[in-house]
């Protein structure tokens, strides 16, 4: 009787901590049936739900450290011990000395996970992955060299123009990180600065870079963030057309841009090399994201590399892909993503969709007023570097009023510079928060 008691004790049934693990399994189960029914970035979102409801297994501990998971399955006395060598003088229960643990000095860390492993608790499996993915921030950065590596900068080069339309797109980074701010002032949510610079990066329509900037200065709305950022990344074609249509006219819709015009060899492999020195040299924290992006794309451009840009775009970003998705999910656990916090990232970042949108449009029309050679303002949506989603959108628009109005590689200029723009941009949040910080 002892033995089945111990069983049931043991099994996951017995170790639900509350509802929260039921709703997250099911929003793990939710992101599976928009990836594979409706085709919500599935590349991002099978890994990244199936780890959740990983991640949201009771009893298995798979995204907990070995300290977490001896305070959470250890008992009284093993809660007790680390809580002494934390020095938590009183707690109600182990989720206060688990609270603890972000503010001890790393002698303190050390102690506790002697004490965890002495007692035979591991880290999980998902847990490990994301300390070697995300943790080291070598997942995103690889990503963006597979980008970098599957880009052309022809369009861009072709029409410089547009380059304007990418940056006027960012705004809806900083328009989000004042809102966060507001949101925080107001007594709504309880944002830091850190906080908001790492949700306001989801304006810039870039996984990889959200991703990259959460991991290094809010990594415990991580999982929140990267949802919210692939989410609306695939809500692009319903997100987008009615903002384009409310702020510009049908005239404006149907301007016909002339043909771009040859790109060089030489232009495409000078380029991304000129790009990285020269807003390296003048934001040095910009450097690991579009130093990677710019590699990638020197290797398809310059032809001796073939190998590597193949193994680049191909082979590489698929296995990272898998891991970064597995551990951006290991953040859907029920006690880290059930908050008020992750409510208002979601409401930011449809905000900053719209706002990074509209800026790219607005944009477009402000160039028209002093130039001869017309843009179609609708190109001015792509400057969100959802690459090539928003330039699909753009040309798909276009067609609407104009099915002999081809803007798809008119669109990519924009849509290219938007990423770009995004790497300058976390350069620079990440640079302003180090610096408060330091």
């Not at 300390?131 to 080291?136: P, Q, R």
């Not at 669109?411 to 995004?422: D, L, Q, R």
């Amino acid at each position: 009787m002892e033995s089945l008691i111990g069983l049931w004790n043991d099994s996951g049934l017995a170790q639900f901590q509350g509802p929260g693990q039921i709703v997250m399994i099911a929003i793990g189960l939710l992101l599976l049936w928009l990836a594979i029914s409706k085709n919500f970035e599935p590349l991002l979102l099978v890994p990244i739900g199936f780890g959740g409801i990983l991640a949201n297994i009771p009893g298995a501990g798979l995204a907990y450290s070995a300290v977490q998971n001896a305070l959470i399955s250890g008992g009284p006395e093993m809660v007790a011990a680390i809580a002494d060598v934390l020095q938590v003088a009183s707690y109600e229960s182990y989720a206060d000395v688990k609270a603890a643990m972000s503010d001890a000095s790393a002698q303190q860390v050390l102690a506790a996970q002697q004490i965890a492993a002495n007692a035979g608790y591991e880290s999980g499996m998902l847990y490990k992955f994301y300390s070697v993915a995300i943790g080291s921030t070598i997942a995103p950065l690889l990503i963006f060299m597979g980008v970098g590596a599957m880009t052309d900068f022809g369009p861009l080069l072709a029409n410089p123009r547009t380059i304007f339309l990418g940056a006027a797109a960012q705004f809806g980074i900083f328009a989000t990180v004042m809102g966060a701010v507001g949101m925080s002032a107001m007594g709504w949510m309880d944002f830091s600065i850190a906080d908001a610079a790492a949700i306001g990066i989801i304006g810039g329509a870039d996984g990889p870079t959200a991703i990259y900037v959460a991991s290094l200065l809010s990594p415990e709305l991580l999982g929140a963030i990267a949802v919210a950022a692939y989410s609306y990344m695939a809500l692009v074609p319903m997100i987008q057309p009615p903002i384009m249509k409310a702020l510009t006219t049908e005239e404006e819709r149907k301007i016909k841009m002339t043909q771009l015009r040859y790109v060089s060899k030489r232009e495409k492999i000078v380029f991304p090399i000129i790009v990285l020195i020269a807003v390296a040299l003048f934001l040095p924290s910009a450097a690991p994201l579009l130093g990677m992006f710019c590699f990638g794309n020197l290797m398809k451009e310059c032809g001796v590399v073939d190998r590597l840009s193949d193994t680049a775009q191909n082979a590489l970003i698929n296995i990272t892909t898998i891991f970064l998705g597995l551990s951006v999910g290991s953040k859907l656990a029920a006690d880290v993503f059930l908050d008020a916090k992750t409510l208002g990232i979601m409401a930011l970042g449809v905000v900053a969709f719209g706002i990074g949108t509209a800026m790219g449009v607005l944009m477009a029309k402000l160039m028209n007023k002093f130039s001869t050679n017309k843009i179609n303002p609708l190109i001015g949506s792509a400057g969100v570097s959802a690459v090539p989603m928003a330039a699909r959108v753009s040309n798909k628009v276009g067609l609407e009023y104009n099915s002999q109005n081809f803007l798809l590689m008119h669109a990519m200029g924009p849509n290219v510079a938007g990423v770009i723009g995004s790497a300058v941009a976390a350069g620079v949040m990440i640079s302003i928060v180090q610096g408060m910080a330091g």
